[in-house]
């Protein structure tokens, strides 16, 4: 099993900055594709980015441009710097990971950090 422990939300005004992470625990050698969702509310919960072992990413077209994630492969750690937040960024944010590169990041699931952008 592997378990995920976010940090970093929080309140922050438009047009500002947080920076959310995720360190893994438990059978985290088998990891190989980590990635945050998040999930507004009345919405349905979306990826919001991922990054795989290798280095690949891939981004909401949402949060493209001022959302940048990170990892650290030794330790299975996972980062999300966001830029520029927007109203519609206010979310319950969840860092995920995954066995598997193809596909989303989805077998395993934090408890979820707020983030909430306020005008």
């Known amino acids: 099993q592997v378990q ?5 939300g929080g309140l922050v005004r438009a047009g500002g900055s947080l920076r959310l992470s995720c360190v893994a625990s438990g059978k985290i050698f088998s990891i190989q594709n ?9 919405k349905q919960r979306e ?3 991922s990054i795989t072992s290798g280095g690949t990413t ?9 959302f940048t994630i990170s990892s650290d492969n030794a330790v299975k750690s996972v980062t999300l710097e966001m830029n520029d937040l927007k109203l519609e960024d206010t979310a319950v944010y969840y860092c995920t990971a995954d066995p598997s590169i193809v596909g989303l990041p989805d077998d395993y699931w934090g408890q979820g950090t707020q983030v909430t952008v306020s005008s």
């Open 4 to 8: 995920l422990m976010e940090s970093g």
């Open 34 to 42: 980590m990635g945050w969702f998040r999930q507004a509310p009345g």
């Open 47 to 49: 990826i919001v980015a």
């Open 58 to 66: 891939h981004y909401a077209s949402s949060v493209k441009g001022r």
